[in-house]
């Protein structure tokens, strides 16, 4: 046990500590390829994540601080282990440093007793060390994932009795972050350290289209360090006069979920994530991508209008969702509310009046835009069932179906990701207007860019308010100290 005199400090030890261990485990990998001898007992306990600790023990009232986040409820230890510190650095010194300055917080960082297992260090090691070596005999000899160790029970509220009685310090700990940190370059195809804290949803492939061209221009065109990182580790570097081409051309049907990310400097940029048709993608998707603690979510995808004065390439803005994809349902269940995050509505609206024209009280912007509920269903042939859904889309005062929306947005509130969801109407079932090629081909031409300026616009408007971003209404009484 280590006692770090600062946040800084302490991030240092667990850099230091984190390094140790999976250079020693990469190291036991690469000997045991080469010559069959595996490790020790000994030699294992070298292979365990680091543990951050702090401890909370106060004199006098709590201090009133208004944040969602970075409080203090009980006396007493917080702890959790920690993988990738390198990469955490701002986010872990912001973190500790509200509860140190705040509270008065004492760290402490050692060697926890949670190994790491072998295949989330397979990279570090070199395929040249490991790939004539059958995955069961690695197995055998090596940490390996177990799923009892990997799970969502401080995200879902879920008492957790260690045997030192410390609280959990954060809602991922080291064996989750890492298996969704595989994950992400799984499904995504592109280094899970290049997703951007500020990340738009798409359910059509023409998104992308539109994104990888804005964002190829800016790469060309735009402040020195910008990247464009594609599917299959494709980058397009500041200046390449040919990055259009090549971004689009990147293999993203190689993926379920292909990603993009345009990143800066300072790691602010924005990630678009085409998750496909549907609410598993979804779930999958952001369960992963919530360990990464993005900014926001929005997603930016089509709908069916249900009201007989909307026409195709009007909006809706999600004010609230009936969740009929039964996604999530054992997670969060129905009757749990999912409120809408004010300052990203705000912002939505916002950025659709600057994009459309006219504002809250022009008549043509008002008939644009409508608010309401979105009612998400995971069978796309719910017309079908029409007959049968009337009643509750009536009751609802639903305005427009989809798929995803309702799974963003209910994930969101599970994980603490503030979230938005802003639709296109591309048909309107209930009215006899049916998504037709003829007619989805004239929609899809005049409607995506500016659906995508929006989502954009969106975003630049919540960087100028980020502290304000993170709502108390995503925090439960009892949570853990990080965001």
């Known amino acids: 046990m280590e006692q770090p005199n600062s946040p800084a400090e302490a ?30 007992m000994e030699e294992r306990v070298l292979f365990r994540y680091p543990e951050l600790r702090i401890t909370y023990l106060p004199t006098g009232p709590a201090p009133k601080v208004t944040r969602a986040y970075g409080q203090l409820t009980w006396a007493g230890e917080y702890a959790v282990t920690i993988t990738q510190p390198a990469f ?53 000899h090596f940490p390996n994932p177990r799923l009892a160790q990997v799970g969502d029970s401080v995200v879902d509220g879920l008492r957790l009795d260690r045997l030192d009685r410390a609280r959990p310090l954060a809602l991922f700990d080291a064996p989750r972050t890492d298996y969704s940190l595989k994950r992400i370059e799984h499904y995504t195809g592109a280094n899970w350290s290049d997703v951007q804290p500020w990340i738009l949803f798409t359910n059509y492939q023409r998104y992308v289209d539109e994104f990888v061209r804005w964002a190829a221009a800016g790469v060309k065109d735009g402040p020195t360090g910008w990247q464009l990182s594609c599917p299959g580790k494709v980058v397009i570097e500041a200046g390449d006069q040919d990055g259009e081409r090549k971004a689009l051309e990147a293999p993203w049907s190689k993926y379920q979920m292909p990603a993009y990310h345009l990143k800066t400097p300072g790691n602010d940029g924005v990630t678009l994530v085409n998750i496909g048709v549907g609410p598993s993608n979804a779930k999958t998707i952001t369960d992963h991508l919530a360990v990464l603690r993005p900014h926001c979510w929005l997603m ?30 054992d997670h969060v269940p129905l009757e749990i509310p999912i409120p809408a995050i ?20 022009d008549e043509e912007f008002r008939r644009r835009l409508r608010t309401g509920t979105v009612v998400s269903y995971a069978d796309r042939n719910w017309e079908l069932n029409y007959t049968q859904e009337r009643q509750l889309l009536s009751q609802s005062r639903a305005v427009a179906v989809d798929m995803e929306s309702a799974c963003v947005a209910t994930q969101g509130f599970r994980l603490r990701v503030p979230y938005g969801v802003l639709l296109c109407v591309s048909d309107k079932p209930a009215h006899g207007e049916i998504k037709l090629p003829g007619t989805a081909d004239r929609f899809y031409a005049s409607a995506i860019g ?34």
């Open 300 to 329: 930016i995808g089509h709908c069916g209008g249900l009201r007989h004065t909307q026409r195709i390439g009007d909006y809706v803005l999600a004010h609230a969702y009936l969740r009929r994809d039964k996604i999530l349902d």
């Open 450 to 483: 500016s659906h995508l300026r929006i989502g954009l616009e969106t975003i630049a408007l919540l960087k100028q308010n980020r502290d304000r971003l993170h709502s108390r209404k995503l925090r439960a009484f009892d949570e853990p100290p990080f965001r």
């Open 11 to 40: 991030v240092d030890l667990l850099v230091k500590l984190y390094d140790r261990a999976v250079g020693a485990l990469v190291e036991a990998i690469r000997r045991y390829a080469d010559t069959g001898a595996p490790p020790a």
């Open 88 to 140: 955490y650095r701002d986010y872990l010194i912001e973190q500790l440093t509200l509860l140190v300055e705040d509270y008065g917080a004492e760290l402490s960082v050692r060697v926890s007793e949670t190994e790491i297992p072998y295949s989330f260090v397979l990279d570090a090691a070199g395929h040249a060390a490991f790939e004539n070596v059958p995955t069961e005999n690695l197995a055998r």
């Open 342 to 361: 004010a300052e990203v509505q705000v912002a939505l609206q916002q950025a659709a009046a600057a994009v459309v024209g006219g504002g809250d009280d």
